[in-house]
């Protein structure tokens, strides 16, 4: 295995190649989060009525910039996302493991579940301020505007505006519901992909590759966007609103059901599953392909002795 840097690094390659391909389906979600926002469904907009329809809107108004708004802040979220995510889990499950087991190799649901949302929420802290703003140029549309409008230039622009605005404090809004969503995904995430895997591999005789790959970063997305939208859609209206529509995560998840009903918090899940599925495919499958990669450079710097520590 190697090291929590090279796992770190392995990690975040992956995501970004990840994010380039599913961030169309992403900017499609938050602006369906936000359509309608605290109104009934009978009196809100429907501008973007699922994934297709919604990237050829704007590609059709906006071009394909619109469609990529944010895709630098989602490089560098992602980077510290997934690298916290992936580069972590191990260590702090192989620590558990032997501490708890005394055997490092011992897999635990528990413990999987905790490495998993731990590291998730490390990630989740270190990424927020870029997540806020890629979350605000996602939403900016000059032709079919849903939620607050946020007219950044660009990401450096909307973190320079934000911190003279509001702070530091401004800079982390929502952070709460980016680690309760984080925690949710992460808490299954990995536990999920490497539970399905070696399940296809005892009971089908899959054998190591990228059909295995595959098979188990499936099952692995699926579940996350289940759990995870619910908390996605309250903090994109965390993140996206003007002064203080919201208190926090529960006051924000109460005033849209009391407004909108309760399936208002699965509001864009489609574009979510859309998004996730092959971002979670691409993501852990490309991280195999990394991670080997940076074992390979690692053995040739530090010697094959290499593990994580």
């Known amino acids: 295995m190697s090291t929590t840097a090279g796992a770190f690094i392995a990690g975040g390659i992956a995501a970004c190649g990840a994010v ?3 961030h169309p389906f992403e900017t499609v979600k938050i602006r369906m989060q936000l359509q309608g926002e605290l109104q009934s469904s ?5 501008f973007y009525r699922g994934p297709i329809h919604g990237v050829s809107v704007i590609v059709r108004n906006e071009g394909l910039g619109g469609i990529y708004r944010g895709i630098g802040c ?5 980077i510290l996302l997934n690298g916290c995510r992936l580069g972590f889990y191990e260590p702090m499950r192989h620590t558990l493991a032997t501490t708890l087991f005394h055997d490092a190799k011992t897999q635990n649901l528990g413990i999987n579940m905790f490495a998993g949302a731990a590291s998730g929420i490390m990630g989740a802290m270190a990424g927020s301020p870029f997540f806020l703003a890629k979350t605000r140029l996602q939403s900016y549309s000059p032709f079919l505007p849903v939620g607050t409008q946020h007219q950044y230039k660009n990401a450096w622009d909307g973190l320079t505006k934000i911190y003279k605005a509001e702070g530091i404090r401004g800079l982390y809004r929502g952070v709460g519901a980016a680690m309760i969503r984080t925690g949710f995904g992460s808490s299954v995430q990995l536990p999920t992909y490497f539970f ?13 590759g990228p059909a295995l790959h595959l ?11 289940v759990v995870m939208h619910p908390p996605d859609t309250i903090m994109s209206r965390l993140y996206n609103q003007n002064g203080n529509l919201y208190k926090g995560v529960f006051d924000c998840l109460a005033k849209t059901i009391r407004a909108e ?8 899940v489609i574009p979510h599953l859309t998004r996730i599925l092959p971002h979670t495919i691409l993501t852990l499958s490309l991280a195999e392909q990394t ?4 074992k390979k450079l690692e053995d040739k710097i530090l010697g094959p002795e290499t593990r994580v520590l």
């Open 215 to 225: 098979a188990s970063s499936t099952a692995s997305g699926f579940v996350v966007c």
């Open 196 to 208: 399905a895997k070696r399940r296809l591999v005892k009971h089908l005789g899959m054998e190591e």
């Open 261 to 268: 009903g309760f399936f208002a918090i699965y509001k864009g």
């Open 42 to 46: 009978s009196s809100s907009p429907h």
């Open 74 to 78: 989602a490089y560098i979220y992602q």
């Open 20 to 22: 380039t391909a599913t």
């Open 291 to 294: 991670t080997k990669l940076v």
